[in-house]
């Protein structure tokens, strides 16, 4: 059996390189690939004759569809006294590599194609230099399964202004590369003819003596990559004035209905609306809370508050169920507690942001 992340660097010993490795599983993060990726990256951080490390993934359909949450609720459905210990050991170990890569010390290029949710957005989300090859796909769309947007979403959702924050982070409404860049989830997009030849031509650099200086040639030699035959599509900042109205909501109640509403105006917004409508009741009221109280806040504050909200839905009913019918029994059918959005009260809020 192959490595869950592959490492290698470059002829020259100057670039270190990852791979996320699962692809049939469409690398989904595991406990032991953010063990791997933490033990690793650390060394490289330390190791003088890394300049800069890069990120990227094997198979053809996406870059990594998220963190391996089936696992995590596998465990805790095997009930015992141990049920939480390796869902609480992966989040936290998957915020810490979060966190490294957020403020990592050398230059860290994240290439990611295809598909690109949740925990690979995080993953994403923690580049210096974050690349997106054309017709990528990308979505938080953890509404699904009764979660929240972890992996740092409080802080990099922040960059999505008026409304679209909270449209992307309660509906996982699906993301094009334009979108991702408009909000800064990314700072290029490459042709696909330049995905094979990525890594290499970043191992060709000659590499100066600082930080600056590097970053600086890591920048040009991927813009240097565009033939002209990129079309960013990003299409959510066109209802720029409908996403202003959707952030007036003062309640996640009052959210849904004015999305609703839009949706039946707007085609663009239906798959959104239904989304949220049918996704899990506690995620949508937590999550809408979760926006409020991490405005301000830096990736680590966030960061150790999404350690606390993970665990506390280990703890809740909606993040196994959802889990269950989506991921494991695959019935799509899951069975929300309480379903009813009226019945969610002030306590079971404040319940999943206890520590």
């Not at 665990?311 to 799509?332: C, M, P, T, Y």
């Amino acid at each position: 059996m192959e490595p869950s992340v592959l490492f290698t660097t470059s002829a020259d010993g100057s670039v270190g390189i990852a791979t996320l490795n699962r692809p049939k599983q469409l690398n989904a993060l595991t406990l032991e690939m953010c063990e791997l990726m933490g033990q690793q990256f650390g060394a490289w951080a330390e190791d003088d004759a890394i300049r800069c490390v890069v990120l990227n993934a094997n198979g053809e359909k996406g870059f990594c569809a998220g963190g391996d949450v089936a696992e995590v609720i596998r465990n805790v459905r095997a009930g015992g006294p141990d049920r939480y210990a390796y869902g609480d050991a992966f989040f936290a170990t998957e915020y810490a590599l979060n966190l490294m890569m957020h403020t990592y010390s050398k230059p860290l290029v994240v290439l990611s194609h295809g598909i690109c949710m949740g925990g690979g957005v995080g993953l994403l989300a923690g580049a210096s230099h974050g690349v997106l090859v054309a017709g990528s796909k990308l979505a938080m769309p953890e509404i699904h399964i009764g979660l929240f947007p972890d992996v740092g979403g409080g802080y990099f959702l922040q960059d999505f202004f008026d409304g679209r924050d909270k449209l992307i982070a309660l509906t996982g409404c699906l993301l094009t590369e334009g979108d991702a860049i408009e909000g800064y989830l990314g700072s290029f997009v490459i042709p696909k003819s330049a995905h094979e030849g990525f890594i290499d031509a970043i191992c060709a650099i000659e590499w100066g003596d600082s930080r600056e200086e590097n970053d600086e040639l890591i920048s040009t030699c991927i813009e240097d990559m565009d033939d002209g035959t990129v079309e960013l599509s990003g299409r959510l900042a066109t209802f720029d004035e409908e996403t202003k109205k959707l952030d007036q909501c003062k309640s996640v109640i009052e959210f849904r209905d004015a999305l609703n509403d839009l949706a039946q105006r707007e085609p663009y917004f239906a798959n959104a609306a239904k989304s949220l409508s049918q996704g899990s009741p506690t995620a949508a009221h937590v999550t809408f809370e979760y926006l409020k109280r991490t405005r301000t806040m830096d990736i680590d504050e966030v960061l150790a508050l999404d350690l606390i909200l993970a665990k506390q839905f280990q703890r809740h009913h909606d993040f196994s169920e959802g889990v269950r019918a989506l991921l494991i029994d695959k019935d799509k059918a899951p069975k929300w507690s309480p379903a009813d959005w009226h019945a969610i009260d002030r306590s079971l809020i404040e319940a999943h942001f206890a520590a």
